[in-house]
């Protein structure tokens, strides 16, 4: 029996929330008790971050493939609705339930670390990444825009690949760690430009968190406006990762044997 369309929002929803989970926790983690040295790994660091982001995305996908098909990103509902026929009709319910499903990741990394990022930041003011993320170079928009489109393009297109019975046909149990790898190389090689958000929801329903958290600089009410960038952004990147992949390599892959 096929999932409801309550059952399969759901999924979308608690599979984003522990993206968030391990995503913003690895961070502050990172923020709030790392000592900085470094190459700092066990205490935390960058290559935390990377790690409990990619771990975090595997294990979003494990809890809710069977349901939902664990889209967990905006960006790859409109893409499968675009080129693997997914229902449009379906799309904006998915993209809300993943947005409130990062927002609810958010809240919940929020109050368990409350106390410590409060001692860190009492101002609220330089703590947001822990959640959302910025610009490296607020003045050069187009810098991090073109980084968000560059990362969700090579996501779409290596989920594809992944996901295409033609070409890997790999085991379906092994296709959660393998997208966590995927997370894993775009945060290593593509991870600082915009914080390689890569994912709409993963971005906003935070965002939205730290306004209602009373964060003075969120990227959305303060006037920097940065939000739109890692919304828009993989949208795009989404469309033409999943295009590339279908006109370059499904295009010729043998059919029926």
Sequence with gaps: MRPSLAGELAAEFIGTMLIL????????????????????????GYTNITFGWALGVMFGVAASVR??????NPAVTLALAVFRGFPWRKVAAYTASQTLGAMAGAAIVWYNYREAILRFDPMLEKTAGIFT??????????????????GTALLLFLVFALTDEENLA??????????GLIVLAIGVSFGKLHGYAINP???????LWTVIAGYRV?????????WWVPVAAPMAGGLIGAGL???TIRKFLPRGE
Aim: charged share 10%; with cysteine; hydrophobic share 50%.
């Design 170 to 179: 790999i085991p379906s149990y092994l296709i959660p760690a393998m997208v």
């Design 21 to 44: 989970l391990f995503g913003a926790g690895v961070c502050a983690m990172v923020v709030a008790f790392g000592t900085g040295a470094p190459g700092e790994v066990v205490h935390g």
């Design 245 to 247: 992949y279908d006109l």
């Design 67 to 72: 349901i939902s098909g664990a889209h967990l």
């Design 201 to 207: 929801a993963r971005d906003l329903g935070p965002r």
């Design 218 to 226: 969120n990227g959305l009410t303060d006037g920097t406006l940065v």
């Design 133 to 150: 993320t910025f610009p490296a170079f607020p003045d050069v928009p187009a810098a991090g825009f073109f980084d968000q489109v560059l």
